[in-house]
């Protein structure tokens, strides 16, 4: 889960997101700056809203020609396209290549584009030349980008000169435990965070690391303990919401689960992992009803990954209820779709599928595979 979550579920962004859609509504000026407003476009692009992230950064442009960080925006989105040329293109425009957040924009266009030694070669010399009071942060942010592109061996190893580096840099215990847990080291993030959480004891982030590696081996209950301790922390935090649901779906609790979900998705209505875990937990309740609604929401967004499945569980939700026109239009859309989970839900009409075999006993489960969109990490 990215810590972007819970920026932009805090009071300071939400109220710059409130300015600015009055301002869109009523014409009336806000003050925003060129920082807000291209947070609030990646706001909107996380929520699969890419109209509206696109408006917000040609206003930003608009009042902040020269600004770097909207020009960083476009640069990862053309990324996110795959137009190399014109990504470095926006990139080398940028007047203050010494910046910041340039140089971690060229490493992350390195490791998109497959070019992974140039961006190591960068991001440790950035370290290397960043002063004493910096530096700890500049090789944190380095070692997150590293795992996100799935460096773990890499990750790990600069982890843990941060730590021999900057042994009072706390918050470098707890990334290693993320790190650990991508791994699937859930033991090592285990013993890792036992021997240092009274250093940190109101370090959410440490406490969720915890909770996650627990999930990962089924200690459900240890799990439920580390998470209730980043929630006290802060109650509506939404990585600990999220958590806590997971936690609760992968233990059979679904009732409770749906609670936590709709806490999360009050903040975050098209998450599309969580719509859909909710929807799970909602047909093992047999709110088939309230489980359409979830998966309507999720085939209706730009770019679903996993539409097949989508419909497939559409079609299962009318066919419960008795909807049989409806369940035969959902098969047919799900047919054209390459995968879907018809032969698990309708195996009297799918029954020869060569992965029949490898689908979980139960399809309404949170899934465990880190592949799945259902996947909650």
């Known amino acids: 889960m990215s810590e972007e979550y819970n920026y932009f579920q805090g009071k300071e962004f939400r109220a710059s997101l409130a300015a600015y859609e009055h301002m869109l509504a009523t014409g009336e000026t806000a003050e925003l700056d060129s920082e807000t407003l291209t947070d609030i476009a990646e706001y909107y692009a996380m929520n699969m809203q890419d109209e509206e992230a696109n408006r917000c950064i040609r206003y930003a442009l608009s009042f902040y020609p020269d600004s770097i960080d909207p020009q960083i925006f476009l640069a990862r989105q053309q990324m996110f396209y795959g137009n190399q040329e014109e990504a470095w293109r926006i990139c080398n425009a940028i007047a203050d290549q010494e910046d910041h957040e340039v140089v971690f924009l060229r490493a992350e266009l390195f490791l998109h584009f497959q070019k992974s030694e140039e961006a190591f070669r960068l991001l440790l010399a950035y370290y290397r030349e960043t002063d004493q009071e910096e530096a700890p942060e500049h090789l944190y942010d380095s070692i997150t980008l590293c795992k996100d592109y799935g460096f773990g061996e890499k990750a790990l190893e600069w982890v ?8 009072d840099y706390l918050p470098a215990i707890a990334l290693q435990a993320e790190i650990h847990n991508y791994r699937h080291e859930y033991q090592d993030a285990i013993h890792l965070l036992e021997a240092n959480i009274e250093k940190m004891p109101y370090d959410s ?40 649901a997971n936690i609760l779906c992968d233990s059979s609790r679904m009732d409770e689960a749906h609670e936590y979900y709709v806490r999360f998705l009050h903040y975050f209505p098209n998450d599309e992992r969580a719509n859909f875990l909710d929807a799970q937990c909602l047909i093992n309740m047999e709110q088939y009803r309230m489980a359409i609604g979830r998966l309507e929401r999720l085939v209706s967004m730009p770019g679903c990954v996993a539409k097949g499945d989508y419909l497939s569980f559409l079609a299962y939700c009318h066919n419960e209820l008795g909807h049989e026109e409806q369940s035969l239009h959902y098969r047919k859309q799900a047919e054209k779709e390459p995968s879907n989970a018809l032969h698990h839900l309708f195996p009297e009409f799918y029954p020869d599928t060569e992965n029949k075999d490898d689908l979980p006993d139960n399809p309404f489960m949170c899934d465990e595979n880190p592949d799945s969109p259902a996947h909650p990490f």
């Open 160 to 167: 843990k000169m941060l730590r021999n580096d900057f042994p």
């Open 205 to 244: 982030r440490a406490w969720l690391q915890l909770a996650e590696a627990h999930l990962w081996l089924e200690h459900h209950e240890e799990a439920i303990e580390a998470v209730d301790f980043a929630l006290a922390i802060n109650s509506e935090d939404a990585e600990g919401l999220i958590m806590r």
